[in-house]
T-cell receptor, first 114, second 116 residues
Framework: AQSVTQPDIHITVSEGASLELRCNYSYGATPYLFWYVQSPGQGLQLLLK??????LVQGIKGFEAEFKRSQSSFNLRKPSVHWSDAAEYFCAVGPTSGNTPLVFGKGTRLSVIA | EAGVAQSPRYKIIEKRQSVAFWCNPI?????LYWYQQILGQGPKLLIQ????????DSQLPKDRFSAERLKGVDSTLKIQPAKLEDSAVYLC??????????????FGEGSRLTVL
């Protein structure tokens, strides 16, 4: 069965510091991979997605993620965090064909300190 | 382009009462999803519609939850009777579906339910 693991429940970083959020997935084939962000009281907003080609994908708000097939990982990175990046981040996996819905990880809550 | 619309944003009810949530997806999106997000957890799929047909409702607690999408556009999710553990945010999402696009889901802002 498909599954997504986000091993870090909560991460705190200083403003201006670099960030890496981990995501590992279990899937029968190469999936589509997504990172979503959720600010308090809001729905989920897509940060970036991978479905083919270059394994390093760029997203909105200065985020990037790298797909590593050998490690079944899709870690999210940002070189310099801003206070407004404080939010919940969800990794999700979906099929490259068919109509199977996305499966989400439990999320990583990011806090940013001055 | 208008996004996914949901209402109400907030609802507080007592246990054993009923509640209904409404969702209007992005125009042209064939697939509609209802996810339940309990505090501190990721979204969990409740039901998926393709046009007006149910694709997956395996995780929908059918003794108390029901959902419909009669005309293949907007959808209603109902809970009756509500339990304390139903307190959550109910997220509606839509996608192009039918093998089109890359499976990206577009989410509404959610309906937060508190059951007392």
């Amino acid at each position: 069965a498909q599954s997504v693991t986000q091993p870090d429940i909560h991460i705190t970083v200083s403003e201006g510091a670099s960030l890496e959020l981990r995501c590992n997935y279990s899937y029968g084939a190469t999936p589509y991979l997504f990172w979503y962000v959720q600010s308090p009281g809001q729905g989920l907003q897509l940060l970036l997605k991978y479905f083919s080609g270059d394994t390093l994908v760029q997203g909105i708000k200065g985020f990037e993620a790298e797909f590593k097939r050998s490690q079944s990982s899709f870690n999210l990175r940002k070189p310099s965090v801003h206070w407004s990046d404080a939010a919940e981040y969800f990794c999700a996996v979906g099929p490259t064909s068919g109509n199977t819905p996305l499966v989400f990880g439990k999320g990583t809550r990011l806090s940013v300190i001055a | 382009e208008a996004g996914v619309a949901q209402s109400p944003r907030y609802k507080i009810i007592e246990k054993r009462q009923s509640v209904a949530f409404w969702c209007n997806p992005i125009s042209g999106h064939a697939t509609l999803y209802w996810y339940q997000q309990i505090l501190g957890q990721g979204p969990k799929l409740l039901i998926q519609f393709q046009n007006n047909g149910v694709v997956d409702d395996s995780q929908l607690p059918k003794d108390r939850f029901s959902a419909e999408r009669l005309k293949g556009v907007d959808s209603t999710l109902k809970i009756q009777p509500a339990k304390l553990e139903d307190s959550a945010v109910y997220l509606c999402a839509s996608s192009l579906g039918g093998g089109r696009g890359t499976g990206e889901l577009f989410f509404g802002e959610g309906s937060r339910l508190t059951v007392l």
